[in-house]
């Protein structure tokens, strides 16, 4: 609620399942969040014992879920809008908290973005961002939406959070688009070019989808420079 500057109308209910099963090796967290309410399925043995691994999974991809609750004000508009808007934010959102609560330092913080950046760049191997959810490549949606989130953040220079909460207004009661995302970017970083790379990054089949993703995160370093002087 702080984060966004507002708590939702409706109290949420939360919903815990917990087979578990027998494999003590397994940590299973699966989450499933509508308006006003959330679904967490944990399965495998290792829930039964306390460890910081287990912790951390719950805490990051909790916070995650409840993301999606502040998320609902700014449905999407229409079908077309493509998922990692809102699943890559949710992570990056997760993460910044997770810093804001002590729960994990800048070391944690910069190996979190290393993984999402280099799942990133492994789903996009086979075609776009885009195109992700009909190959079946869902954990792009997750990884490559973190990466977007990220270079804008330090391109903007505000929180995850901060940009959700003008995109929220911004969508209001139509919802919202993939184009009012670059919109958007393009207002908060006062550069178009940046929010038509942003859109090439998702539209586009990538051949060194690594090198582009670093390519983001120069220019994003680069508006972080000009905004500094």
Known sequence: ?????????????????????????RLSYAGDALPA????????????????????????????????????????????????IHEGAADAIAAEVMVAL???D?????????????????????????????RGDFRALYACGHVIALAVSRADGKTTADFWRDFIERAGDDGYSEDMFYDLVADRTGDRDFADALEDFARTPLAEPDRAIDGLFASAASLARERGR
């Open 106 to 134: 800048s070391a944690a913080y910069a190996a979190n973005e290393r993984a999402a950046r280099t799942e990133c760049a492994r789903e996009l191997d086979t075609g776009s961002l885009n195109g992700a959810k009909a």
């Open 102 to 104: 002590g729960e994990w």
């Open 37 to 84: 309410q959330f679904q967490i399925t944990l399965e495998g043995a290792a829930w039964k014992e306390k460890s910081d691994k287990a912790r951390g999974i719950f805490t990051s991809a909790t916070i995650h879920e409840a993301v999606h609750l502040w998320q609902a004000a700014a449905r999407p508009g229409t079908e077309e809008a493509p998922e990692w």
């Open 1 to 25: 609620a702080a984060l966004f500057g507002f708590t939702p109308e409706t109290k949420p209910n939360l919903f815990l399942a917990a087979p578990l099963g027998r494999d003590e090796s």
